[in-house]
C-alpha cells in the first residue's frame, strides 16, 4: 500500500491562491526510463476551466473541469498509444471570520484508454480544510483528503496548507505551481517587482488509468523542477519549466517496473483572477 499524503494548496496572499489557475493550457514533454526496455515519450496535453455559481461577501462557489490527452511514443514496448483523464469538481471557499477560511473541492475524475468507456473508470477524490490567515507573513492550516482507487480502496490523508515568506519577497508553500502536473510537493518562489515569479520544488505524482480488457497502468514519481513565470498582463501568465523524474515506477495489472531519472519540461498559459 503506497503512502498516501497531499501537501497542497498554498497561498499567494490574503486574496489566497488555492488551486491551480482557473483557466490554463498546460502542454508537457516527458520521458520514461525503465531498467530494462526502450525509453517512452510522452507528450501531453490539458486543460482547466471553472466558472462561478455563486460569489456572496467573498464566498465563492465555482464549478472545475479538467481535461488531459497524453501521446505515448514507445516503439510497440506498451499495450497502448494514447490515454485520457478527465474531472468534473465543485470547489467552496467561505469566510469563517476575519482570519479563519475553509476550502472544500470534490471532484469527479476518470483515467482511461481509448476504447474504454469513462463510466467503467469514475473515481472520487475530495480535499476539505481551514487555515488561519491572522499573521502578517504567514497562512496555515490543515484538513482531510479523500480518494477512492479503480479497485474500489479508499484513501484518507491528511492536508498542509502553508504559505509563509521567510525573508523579503522569498516564499515557501504547498501550493500547487504553475506548468507542473498536480500533486503533493512543496516549493520555494521569489515574486519580484516586476511580473515575474520563480519557482523551485518537489512534487509526487501518482497517475491510475484504465485499460481495455479490464488492464490497468499506473505510473508513480517523484519531481524536482524549476518554473519561470511571466506576467504577460495583469491577469495572463505564462510559464515554462524544467524538471528531472527521479525514482519512479510504472506498474501494469501488478506488475512493477522501476524507473530510471529522466527529464521533463513544459509550456503553461494560465488566466488568473
Known sequence: MRILFLLVIGIFSAQARFAEAPFSLTLELDNLSPEQGEDIDIFSAELRASAPISIDDGNIIALTTFYQRLFYNSDGNIPFEQLSAGRVGIFTLTEINSDWDLLTLSNLRFAIEDGVSASDAFTFSGLYGAWYGGWKNLLIGGG?????????ATGIFPLIFLDWEFYDKWHITTRPTPGT???PGISFFYESDERWEVFFGARYISQEYQLKND????????RLF???QYGLSENLFL???LGVNLAGEME???????LEPSIFTGLDLSWQF
Open 144 to 152: 482531510v483528503g479523500i480518494v477512492t482507487r479503480l479497485d474500489e
Open 181 to 183: 502536473r498536480f500533486g
Open 215 to 222: 488492464s490497468t497502468y499506473e505510473y508513480n514519481t517523484a
Open 226 to 228: 524549476t518554473t519561470l
Open 239 to 241: 510559464s515554462a519549466t
Open 252 to 258: 501494469f495489472d501488478g506488475v512493477s517496473t522501476d
